[in-house]
């Protein structure tokens, strides 16, 4: 496979992203949506992959990660992914590829852009008509976040700063916004 052009280092945000072959669900149930979660909470764990956001949706997926430790990104979401896939072709009885290529990574490297990233990941579902409040969407971490239950806000404020408390996240993500976010983080075809 062609090399990533994305250099991952320690301490930076990436957003990462993949969506089902031929835009089709990746999530068929509540049993699907946790099996991956305990994945990406396992294997982040294992890697040393501070998942700072992250938004499951039935055809596609959103995380913005901050590494701990060279080269561990792309073994994290291989594993996740590839354990998933595996597991859901079993346990469907289906054969093929589950993902559309190889999942698409972004440097975040601007405040302006993590913050518009982060409320832009949050705010997917309720964009997709799935729900009315990002916090009713049981598969991202909108709920945890807003609350300071976050493993990586656990000694002070969210995003490095950026929102000094979860109240203050929830109040950017929940005004109306009209900024467009930087960069190409679109998933192709979109």
């Given at each position: ?188 075809g979109s």
């Open positions: 496979m062609p090399r990533r052009g994305v250099e991952f280092l320690i301490g930076e945000f990436y957003h990462l992203y993949n969506r089902g072959v031929d835009r089709g669900p990746i999530f068929h149930g509540p049993e699907n949506y946790r099996y991956f979660l305990g994945l990406l909470h396992n294997k982040a764990r294992r890697h040393e992959i501070e998942l700072a956001v992250y938004c499951l949706m039935p055809n596609h997926f959103h995380l913005l990660v901050r590494p701990g430790r060279e080269d561990s990104v792309s073994p994290f979401l291989a594993g996740v992914c590839g354990s998933y896939a595996q597991a859901l072709n079993a346990r469907r009885e289906r054969v093929g590829a589950l993902f559309q290529g190889r999942y698409r990574a972004e440097h975040v490297d601007r405040d302006a852009y993590l913050m518009h990233l982060a409320r832009y990941i949050h705010i997917n579902p309720v964009a997709a008509g799935l729900v009315v409040r990002p916090q009713d969407w049981p598969y991202s971490n909108y709920r945890d976040t807003i609350a300071g239950r976050q493993a990586f806000a656990a000694d002070g404020p969210l995003f490095g700063g950026l929102f000094p408390t979860g109240r203050a996240y929830r109040d950017f993500v929940e005004r109306p916004q009209t900024v467009e976010l930087p960069g190409s983080f679109k998933l192709p």
